[in-house]
């Protein structure tokens, strides 16, 4: 039995949220969803899959032919699929279609798991697993292999998660049994597949960096989030620990942890950070946390442990809208978590958002004095908001009628090219917030003090070659030319970083 993950192209991703200047400096993250689904295959079946992503060798439909040309056929091939993906999963889906008729094409990830009935449906694919799909999948090439590639209709029906077609054509679904999954008898994820170096995060430390999920669920109640109100379901420290070392021996000292808010079981973020320290593992790291669930003492221990950075979603700085939004949270409780993080000398990430219905150009712009004057974040990021599939804002918004029609559906249905995420806001089009969008992002990052602040910062010629990138995106023309004004003033980029840098320096210098 030959299995293949593959994570598809990045070509024909369907219109971002975020700012234009930060999509076009993608980050290269594994596929840990994946990753961790072909650990547990190997562990389970003993089947050494391959695994394929395109988007990191090149990331185009003629390296994907040529890939695809060296592998031996596989007999199962696991596709992920998100819904920003999806044209670029069907696309794929199409060509292994034509160059492995006989194989089995199973879609998982988190569209799957939004719309498993639909995606099904798709001629293109087989099977469709949902939740959390280790033990799904590792079930049903169990039965594939068992059966010569043809299952049995009364096995199918007990696997949960599961969706089909029958042998009519008819779509069949399992919705998802929780069979009280034990994440620490799930091995880390299989890194041992790919390889590290080609995986990267923007504003990293480091050239290679590497992702860690050290638990799943969020238990706020953000409407806008796909996740709001889901069990927290945690790896013991121990276990996180143990993938550390892992990775560390790989290479990689750079790490970003996924998890959606890793501070919800303040013992346990303590206990990773205590290991981290006591095993002397020598890493950087950044995580994710909301800013009701942070302390004095958990920042003091991730400050010990390598934490250089913690981004927070704080969305907005006019409470009415954080209310509408059920953040849980006020503008002065993000203040004293702000500034106990900068009290801790760990960098703060602001996620913030605009277009919020009834909030005002003018709540915009303070929002951006808020972020830079009160809260003094290091980093901002500006998204406009937007009603995602499923999520509690997208069915308020239908329910009121802001929303005319589930558009989201009937692209589940039938995914084409052209399909273009809305904002749908009735007091801004579209190019009005793309404009409103960039002003935010200028008025931050393009203030004199922030440049000259983040050029005394750089460390290294890398560093230094990716925030021109990103700077110049934002900012270009202007930030180009005072860029060139403050290395001049500093003595040039040598006395700025305090190493020599020779001309013909690069990137990975």
Known sequence: MRVLFLVPPDTLSIESSVPDQLEKRKEFRQRLGLLS???????????????????????????????????????????????????????????????????????????????????????????????????????????????????????????????????????????????????????????????????????????????????????????????????????????????????????????FFVDDTITVDRRRVLRICELIIQRKLDIEFKVSSRTDMISADVLAALKKAGCYRIHYGVES??????????????????????????????????????????????????????????????????????PYPKTALYERMLQDGIVTEDYWQTFAENPQEGFKVRFWNKDFSEQDLRELQDECMRRFYGRRDYIVQELRRIRSVRELAVKARVGARVLAPRVARFMDKALARFGGPSKVLGIPVPAHAGPES
């Open 317 to 386: 700085a006019t409470d009415r809208l954080l209310k509408y939004l059920e953040k849980g949270s006020t503008a002065d409780r993000v203040k004293r978590a702000f500034k106990l993080t900068r009290e801790a000398g760990i960098q703060t990430y602001a996620y913030m958002m605009i277009g919020i219905p009834t909030e005002t150009r003018e709540e915009m712009f303070d929002s951006v004095d808020y972020v830079t004057k009160v809260l003094k974040a290091d980093y901002a990021q500006f998204s406009i908001l937007t």
């Open 37 to 255: 689904v072909a650990a547990s295959l190997e562990k389970t079946t003993g089947i050494r899959p391959e695994f394929l992503d395109v988007s990191v060798l090149g990331n185009t439909y003629k390296i994907l032919e040529h890939e695809l040309e060296t592998l031996p056929a596989p007999d199962v091939i696991g596709l992920s699929v998100l819904t920003f993906n999806m044209l670029d999963a069907r696309m794929t889906a199409r060509i292994l279609r034509q160059r492995f008729p006989k194989a089995k094409i199973v879609a998982g990830g988190h569209h799957a798991t939004l719309y498993p009935r639909e995606t099904v449906g798709l001629p293109e694919m087989d099977f469709v697993v949902c939740g959390e799909g280790e033990r799904v999948f590792a079930r049903l090439v169990s039965e594939l292999g068992e059966t010569g590639m043809k299952p049995r209709a009364e096995v199918l029906d007990a696997i949960g998660g599961l969706g089909w077609k029958d042998a009519d054509g008819k779509v069949r679904f399992n919705p998802f049994k929780d069979e009280g999954v034990d994440f620490d008898a799930i091995p880390s994820p299989a890194h041992h597949l790919i390889d590290l170096t080609k995986y990267n995060n923007v504003l990293a430390r480091q050239a290679h960096t590497a992702s860690v999920q050290s638990s799943r669920g969020c238990p706020a109640a953000c409407t806008f989030c796909d996740i709001r109100k889901t069990k927290f379901r945690a790896r013991s420290p121990e276990n996180v620990v143990r993938e550390l070392e892992e990775l560390v021996k790989l290479g990689t000292r750079d790490f």
